[in-house]
């Protein structure tokens, strides 16, 4: 134990960036504080532009080593962390909870083994990453997947170490190396991570995490001309930023972001499944930038859906998100919460009815809450409210159900709920979504492309489009043996 630990719940978690192998404090610190009580959890090093490039500098010196590392060692070492996530499960669930309030039992049962997961995935995809050669007039066509360089990967506070490594995988498996940003509210899981990649065997420089206030050190990491890949989960502003700051070295970017995404149920839907699938959307508080906060509903089958739906919420548990019966747990931040709030209360004013909730309960607890009454271009409708709040609005046909769900800036995901397989089809080709399920909420596989259409983001991460955006893709053409070209 040093002054640069903190502890929860008998974990230590180390407060200094992970810089070339090594452990480094900053000079300043910021404060560190669990959304379940308000609590201190310790201070933690605030980084500056001299810590962002110290890291993107050992990021590149360890580069060529790592770039060099054949597909099966990186594979094998990425197993090898896999490993120390699944033997630390119980201490990266009880952390995150601690840091961000999520369920602990999401964590230990979902989250955490689906973050060894991506470690496990990307490594095998590697192995199986091939693209066909070619022949072009007896000359041979190779494609191959270069690694790109040094990656810096900026993530938000909702799902910190399953969104982290989601990005960090696939970047480590492609041969790149990598800085992590984690954010300033969710920071701890990070740093965890990076001691396991170190007992894992991973080589000092080829995962850096630094932290701090992306206002600080943001631009130094993303305007590095060293950088050749920045990939960011987070909001619609930062990411106008970020693109602004790359831009002076054209870096590739990946940008995941939000969303305000809709839930149509139609008057053949399954209606209790449909209540379910809308229930669920006050997941992680509301914080979750695929939730389908958007509910239309048929006209004809408005009232005995919102009647259903009020007697389900009722039902939901808010508490101790470490309560193994806890449903809702807390916001993450005081100013999350009064944004929250904000939103809800212009909406009343502006003549939305609260079916349910409407206002804050205690601490860092918002109700769950469902508005009806609110007009398509209302700001309670075409903005990300990133807390317990659904709106419910009604349709007469597909063309209106269709019109409303597509009548936001944002197309991240669509739920569809029918029970007719040929209006699901016609349905779900035209609205604009990253991803659409119908009749299933959140599964999701890490072999399909993830991403949003318009402000919802730009590229496809997932599988194969993974190494697509990680890689430089190369065509290497060779001439057929005694080939002259004579012109
Ligand atoms: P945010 O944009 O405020 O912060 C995200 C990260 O960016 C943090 O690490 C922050 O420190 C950093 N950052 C802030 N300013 C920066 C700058 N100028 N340069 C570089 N980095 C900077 O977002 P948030 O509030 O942490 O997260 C919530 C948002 O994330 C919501 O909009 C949500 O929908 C979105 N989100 C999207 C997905 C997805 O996969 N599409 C997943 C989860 C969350």
Redesign the pocket.
Known sequence: MTEHTLTVAGVAVDTRHWIGGERVASTDTFTDLSPIDGSVLGAISRGTAMEAAAAVAAAKAAFPAWAGTSRAERARILHAIADGVEKRIEELSIVETTDNGALLRSHRRGVMPRVAHNFRFFADWLLKLEHEDFETRGHSNHVSWDPAGPSVL??????PLM?ATWKVAPALAAGNTVVL?????SPLTASLLADIAAEAGLPAGVLNVVQG???EI??A??SHPDVRRIS????????K??AA?AAANLTPLSL????KSPLLVFADADLDLAVDLAVEQYDNAGQV?LAATRILVEESIADEFTRRFADRAAQLKQGDPRDEATDIGPNIHLRQLEKIDGFVQRALVAGARAVIGGHHKNGQYYAPTLLTDVAQDSEIVQE?V?GPVLTLQTFRDEDEAIRLANGTRFG?AATVATGDPERAERVTAQLVAGTVWVNCFFVRDLQAPFG?SRH??VGREGGTWSFDFYCDLKNTVTAPKGWKDHG
């Open positions: 900026i993530t938000p506070w909702n799902a969104l940003k984690p954010a300033e509210w206030y992306g206002s943001g631009d990491l993303t960011f989960t987070g909001s619609v502003p930062t990411a930023r970020i700051s995941e972001l939000g969303g930038c990300e990133f991240l949003g919802s983001g």
